[in-house]
Antibody, heavy 121, light 108 residues
Framework: QVQLQESGPGLVKPSETLSLTCTVSGGSVYTGSYYWSWIRQPPGKGLEWIGDIYYTGTTNYSPSLKSRVTISVDTSKNQFALKVNSATTADTAVYYC?????????????WGQGTLVTVSS | EIVLTQSPGTLSLSPGERATLSCRASQSVSNTYLAWYQQKCGQAPRLLIKGASSRATGIPDRFSGSGSGTDFTLTISRLEAEDFAVYYCQQYGSSPSTFGQGTRLEIK
């Protein structure tokens, strides 16, 4: 059974970089069968797809965040990561990592439990 | 970007009743690439349906999905207590993938 776990600071100051890591267990990120995704959910609101990455390092980002987001993969650690530059209070959300079968920007079959990141001074 | 509109915003029903949730897209969803998720308070979403009508592994058969083009439906045939939650649809036919705003299914 694949498991995903997000980790990183729960509090980020405005204008700083939000950084999270997703550790995958029970499976490998080094596989051609899946993409690895980030999704976020502001408190009390709906879900927003941020972007995803293939094991080769190929990425796909939401246009609304593309200028500030970087997703990377570390196959040696079986992890992938998210960075959001120039964070604002609008980036306050629960951030989820997830596995995406098949193709980029696809559906999500396994999710991490989520981690709340608050952007505040 | 495809905008998904879910209706109703809130649905109040009793256990044993049938629930019908709607998801309408602003343009046609390619290949019926439409998924449904269930989210309970404080938990990650759980995949119910992919490809508009294909149940995910372990999902009870009281959950069914249908539709194509711009109109999709999630039906729960006989509600059980554990089904009261928020439901989201997601289209993945074109990038960026987008979600509906959710339907809250509450106990009447």
């Amino acid at each position: 059974q694949v498991q995903l776990q997000e980790s990183g600071p729960g509090l980020v100051k405005p204008s700083e970089t939000l950084s999270l890591t997703c550790t995958v267990s029970g499976g490998s990120v080094y596989t051609g069968s899946y993409y690895w995704s980030w999704i976020r959910q502001p408190p009390g609101k709906g879900l927003e797809w941020i972007g995803d990455i293939y094991y080769t390092g190929t990425t796909n980002y939401s246009p609304s965040l593309k200028s500030r987001v970087t997703i990377s993969v570390d196959t040696s650690k079986n992890q992938f990561a998210l960075k959001v530059n120039s964070a604002t209070t609008a980036d306050t959300a629960v951030y989820y990592c997830a596995r995406t079968p098949g193709h980029s920007y696809g559906w999500f079959d396994y999710w991490g439990q989520g981690t709340l990141v608050t952007v505040s001074s | 970007e495809i905008v998904l509109t879910q209706s109703p915003g809130t649905l109040s029903l009793s256990p044993g009743e049938r629930a019908t949730l709607s998801c309408r897209a602003s343009q046609s969803v390619s290949n019926t690439y439409l998924a449904w998720y269930q989210q309970k308070c404080g938990q990650a979403p759980r995949l119910l349906i992919k490809g508009a009508s294909s149940r995910a592994t372990g999902i009870p058969d009281r959950f069914s999905g249908s539709g194509s083009g711009t109109d999709f439906t999630l039906t729960i045939s006989r509600l059980e207590a554990e089904d009261f939650a928020v439901y989201y649809c997601q289209q993945y036919g074109s990038s960026p993938s987008t979600f509906g705003q959710g339907t809250r299914l509450e106990i009447k």
